[in-house]
């Protein structure tokens, strides 16, 4: 049996932190790489806002590193995915059996759907009250004008405030100016075992870390064991070279 | 002509006359086309109206309604006092309206037909109806007839003679009807809407119109009906608040929830997310005089002392989380995933109402691919296949061209053919059966395709991650 954990005690525990002057000690989940957590200072940050853009025409791909991160960081507690309908529309809706196939259980992924982008930051912030909860990903699609910094500050405090992680998967939609913890760029990556391909690998540049540098990665998600590793669980490949994607998205640098 | 004011009455004009003949009597009459639906509908708000005294209202043919309000008298001075408060509260609403309460409902409703206003006492009904005519029992025109021919004009005097008598010349139904006139034979009323397990009100003289005011409400109405829930162990699945207002429009709005509740403050939370969400939102115009919460679908909920199982906490708070935003934005977008027992994709899970999801039968979840092995699903699927051109292979080469969304892609990589037949027992029209492959294209994107085995074209059915 596990200890009971008692959100008031929690918050006194917080609240005694603060007193002293102490930085709340924020948890952090490694994602399984070594070079990405140690740019992340461990991994990636519980209790705050991250943002996943799918590179155009990459959405899929971005939704699966969405479902993974939120997966990962969500440590066995249930994750609720609010989408947009136009956005199931347009790139497809979330399938339970692609979830599973992941490695994630689709028992414990509730989904919300919303019709407006208004309607899903306003469930998002009740969502996120819940501490039950061990993540919500907020899918949005194009560049809604109620997702301004206002509403990125709310995402992130209320995401703090209780420990809950959004994760922000925005589809088609340039990065622009947000309270984000980390933002990532990602983008499929070609399966570089012919024998055994598809595995989900992705190419997934960090272009914000408000804790420390970016970097950008291949990483492949382990569908067996639940964790980010090196395609193939090989030594990382050099990041290619790509003229067209860099100039697409500018920011984007190798990690050091 | 199915209907008249008291005017044309006047002029002798009767309903089921012939238009020609009515004006012939009258040049000057007023027709109005009828319209029965809309005579429903109204008698319908009228009972919405009615129900301020009784939740056992009943419809009572096209024109009339009925009202149990066994027990129910005290509450409004006695019954003289009732009767005269139902009838002047509808007059004032502008309807023209004849009433009489009564032991029985026939003779309820054969007083209102005739003696408007009155009040039979209980065992007195035989007494009070006596002298009133035969025809106003409303029964059909043949009985009335015969009974006018046998010289029986008044009830008393049908009433008075041998049931035995009786029910050889009009048969044992009409003797039912005498009995149940004359409450010696019952007669239920079967209310228009079922009644609530449990159900608090509370009547304002002043007519209350703020938010607070009204959120202050539902608290102190939750409370009584929260404590009658527990005396009872039990937790209501459906909660249903009333808004009576003043000038007579009554609004119902309903909460849904996926476990039984009592807490008054998750009562007033979930009516509040419903409130907000309201695409026709809440209008007191003068306010509202009543306010009435019914709890429905009662279940047994036992008291958690404390949470020594953290995950069965978890699910318990997210119930809750999910009630909340079933409430607001319809518990038809709060969804959860269960398992189906079928390959067919599209059916082998689906997406259910979260609050309902133990509704369903539960089939463990099975994963397609080995250990090791890349996921053989795709995480998005559409809803409808799209067309895809399969152009051609590229010459020299292991690599095809594919045309999907107005874009050309190289797949370089593709791995099939997963067949998969249609479930020709569980549809009408056999579909053609479907060849799956993975593919993926030069930057890495992975698609499900499938072609149609008997038209021999491609479809993108969804993406990988």
């Known amino acids: 049996m596990k200890p009971p954990t008692s959100p008031n005690k929690l918050a006194q525990l917080r609240a005694s932190l603060a007193k002293a002057g102490l930085p709340e000690i924020q948890a952090r989940v490694p994602l399984g790489l070594r070079e990405a957590d140690e740019v992340l200072k461990g991994g990636l940050a519980c209790g705050a806002c991250h943002e996943v853009f799918a590179s155009a025409g990459h959405e899929a791909s971005a939704t699966g590193f969405a479902a993974s991160l939120a997966w990962r960081v969500a440590r066995g507690k249930r994750v609720l995915w609010i989408v947009q309908d136009f956005s199931a529309l347009e790139f497809g ?39 039950a909860l061990g993540a919500v990903v907020i899918e949005l699609m194009g560049a809604p004008k109620v997702l301004d910094l206002t ?6 405090l209320a995401a703090g405030e209780h420990g809950v992680t959004a994760v922000l998967l925005r589809l088609g939609a340039a990065p622009d100016a947000s309270s984000a913890s980390t933002r990532w760029v990602v983008r499929a990556e070609t399966s570089s075992d012919p024998e055994n391909w598809g595995r989900p690998v992705f190419d997934c540049a960090l272009v914000r870390n408000r804790h420390g540098g970016t970097g950008q990665w291949v990483m492949e998600w382990s569908c067996d064991n639940g964790h980010f590793q090196a395609p193939g669980g090989a030594v990382v490949p050099e990041a290619r070279d790509r003229p067209a994607a860099a100039a697409l998205e500018p920011g984007r640098r190798s990690a050091a | 002509m199915a209907g008249l004011d008291r005017k044309a009455t006047a002029f002798g004009i009767k309903v089921g006359q012939p238009l020609a003949n009515a004006r012939a009597m009258l040049p000057a009459l007023k027709v109005v086309a009828a319209n029965p639906a809309a005579d429903l509908k109204l008698l319908g708000r009228i009972a919405d109206w009615c129900e301020r005294f009784t939740p056992l209202v009943a419809l009572d043919g096209a024109r009339a309604l009925l009202l149990d309000v066994t027990g129910a008298t005290h509450l409004f001075g006695g019954e003289q006092a009732m009767l005269d408060r139902i009838l002047r509260g509808l007059e004032a609403q502008g309807f023209a309206v004849r009433g009489a309460m009564a032991g029985t409902a026939l003779a309820a409703q054969a007083l209102s037909r005739r003696r408007s206003g009155t009040v039979a006492q209980p065992g007195t009904e035989a007494e009070a109806v006596a002298s009133l005519p035969v025809d106003t029992l409303n029964l059909d025109p043949v009985t009335t007839h015969a009974f006018r021919r046998a010289g029986l004009k008044r009830i008393g005097q049908a009433y008075g003679r041998d049931r035995r008598e009786l029910t050889s010349r009009f048969g044992a139904r009409l003797v039912y009807m005498l009995d149940t006139a004359f409450a010696r034979a019952e007669t239920p009323v079967s209310p228009r809407r079922p009644l609530p397990d449990y159900r608090a009100e509370r009547a304002f003289a002043e007519p209350i119109a703020t938010e607070d005011a009204i959120r202050a409400t539902l608290v102190a109405l939750a409370a009584s009906l929260g404590e009658a829930l527990e005396k009872r162990g039990e937790g209501a699945r459906r909660l249903e608040a009333s808004f009576f207002r003043a000038d007579g429009i009554v609004r119902r709005i309903a909460v849904e929830t996926g476990q039984p509740v009592r807490d008054p403050a998750v009562v007033e939370r979930l009516f509040r997310e419903k409130l907000a969400s309201l695409v026709d939102p809440l209008d007191p115009g003068f306010g509202f005089d ?11 909920a036992d008291a958690v002392a404390a949470d020594f199982d953290s995950d069965a906490h ?14 607001r934005f319809g518990s038809d977008r709060m969804l959860a995933f269960v398992a189906g027992d079928t390959h067919i994709p599209e059916a082998a899970f689906a997406a259910v109402p979260a609050q309902h999801a133990a509704d369903f039968a539960s089939v463990p979840w099975e994963r397609i691919r ?7 699903r795709p995480l998005r699927l559409f809803a409808k296949p799209e067309h895809a051109g399969i152009l051609r292979a590229v010459p020299g080469s292991n690599t095809l061209h594919m045309r999907w969304r107005k874009a050309q892609r190289v797949l370089v990589r593709a791995e099939g053919p997963e067949r998969i037949a249609m479930e020709w027992w569980r549809h009408q029209e056999t579909q053609p059966t479907r060849d799956y492959w993975r593919a993926e294209d030069g930057e890495g994107r992975r698609l499900w395709l499938y072609r149609d085995t008997e038209t021999a074209q491609w479809f993108v059915h969804g993406a990988l991650a």
Not at chain 2, 292 to 298: E, H, I, T, V
Not at chain 2, 370 to 376: F, K, L, T, V
């Open chain 1, 93 to 131: 809706a979330l399938a339970a059996t692609g979830l599973l196939e992941l490695g994630i259980d689709p028992a414990r992924v509730l989904m919300l759907r919303v019709a407006h982008a208004e309607d899903a930051l306003r469930a998002a912030s009740d969502a996120l009250t819940c501490t």
């Open chain 1, 151 to 156: 509403a990125s500050r709310r995402l992130t």
């Open chain 2, 290 to 300: 009543l306010v009435r919460l019914a709890a429905d679908r009662a279940e047994r």
């Open chain 2, 314 to 327: 978890d699910a318990r708070e997210i119930r809750f989380l999910a009630d909340r935003l079933a409430a």
């Open chain 2, 370 to 376: 080995r250990p090791n092995e890349a996921p053989r």
